[in-house]
């Protein structure tokens, strides 16, 4: 009997690729579409993937669920001076959630996703790991996937490179969409500020002071929901060296300011923590962490501090930004992560 897959669409190169892996592989496949936003990729190019792979396509349009848990999520951290990673919650609350209810009983789920999924017989369990293609690899924004999926995930592209997908879809002569994703798929001309105003009109980010670490003012800023922590850029304050963000005050509209020094953090505060390797659910431990998707992981230690979690730097490290994602790693393997609640400076 052959094995049965369900497997994410998009109308991209990744997943049509992966999809055609699986039918190599002799996997019977049924391809997804999920509708999240008015942004979408055209689903015309979708349909037109699936037909070059001879699978059925179903679109489930979950436009409404994602404006509640995705953008009203990503418009409210932008306004309370936090800079979130939407697509974190997005595969796991929205994605991955909707695809494991799709699945028959004896279906994997199968997406486009440059990680790795093994199982280790010692531990009895699941691992998520990074994928072989260190530039476009993905396991940053699949930590939070729990044992429960990783246990029906296949991800085809793990062990491949990007240039070995593109070679892959034009030997197999697959039709698919040019464009490559964004960083933010519902924001493709990456003005967050007027994205957020036109979501929230009742909540315009005014202009306010700017004022440097001794409290002191120097400038007027635009609306902090123009700012993100680690900026340089379009500051619109003179001074003799370069100025970076240092913390955004949403509550008060201040923004602090300061050279490239102050810009280091000792450590991180997080809420949210889950782990995706259940031997990692201890007090204490050391691991690499990583505090953006592009971010070279660094060593440090974790620790459970009341009810959130204390992240220490072996070395400071600049940017720690609240709500982005850090991430636990041990070697090529994804322990967990959390959302940075405060840097630590």
Request: glycine share 8%; aromatic share 8%; hydrophobic share 35%.
């Amino acid at each position: 009997m052959s094995k049965k897959a369900i497997v994410a669409l998009s109308g991209g190169v990744d997943s049509a690729v992966a999809a055609r892996l699986l039918l190599e592989q002799g996997f019977k496949v049924r391809g997804f579409y999920l509708l999240l936003s008015g942004s979408d990729k055209d689903p015309l190019a979708v349909r037109r993937a699936a037909r070059s792979l001879k699978i059925p396509l179903q679109i489930l349009d979950l436009r409404d669920r994602f404006q509640k848990d995705i953008i009203d999520y990503f418009c409210r951290e932008y306004l309370n001076g936090r800079t979130p990673n939407p697509c974190v919650f997005c595969n796991h609350i929205i994605k991955f959630q909707a695809l494991e209810r799709l699945a028959a009983q004896d279906e994997f789920i199968s997406t486009g996703h440059f990680a790795r999924v093994s199982f280790s017989r010692k531990q009895g369990f699941f691992r998520l790991r990074r994928g072989c293609d260190g530039v476009k690899d993905q396991s940053y924004v699949l930590f939070r996937l729990t044992q429960k999926i990783l246990s029906r995930l296949v991800l085809p592209l793990g062990e491949l490179t990007k240039t070995e997908v593109f070679g892959l879809a034009r030997d197999a002569g697959i039709r698919v969409s040019e464009k490559e994703s964004q960083d933010i798929c519902f924001i493709p001309d990456k003005d967050y500020a007027g994205f957020i105003n036109r979501q929230c009109p009742g909540r315009l980010s005014l202009p306010g002071p700017v004022v440097d670490s001794l409290g002191r003012k120097i400038g007027i800023h635009r609306g902090c929901l123009y700012y993100t922590v680690g900026q340089r850029k379009g500051l619109g304050i003179a001074a003799t060296h370069p100025l970076y963000v240092l913390k955004i005050d949403a509550r008060r509209n201040i923004l602090t300011v300061g050279p490239e020094k102050e810009l280091k953090a000792t450590g991180a505060m997080l809420k949210k923590v889950t782990f995706t390797s259940p031997d990692f659910r201890r007090d204490a431990f050391r691991c690499r962490v990583k505090i953006r998707y592009h971010h070279s992981s660094q060593p440090a230690r974790v620790e459970r501090s009341g009810s959130c979690w204390k992240v220490t730097f072996d070395r400071p490290q600049k940017s720690v930004t609240p709500g982005q994602a850090l991430v636990f790693y041990q070697r090529d393997t994804v322990l967990g992560g959390g959302i940075i609640q405060t840097a630590q400076i």
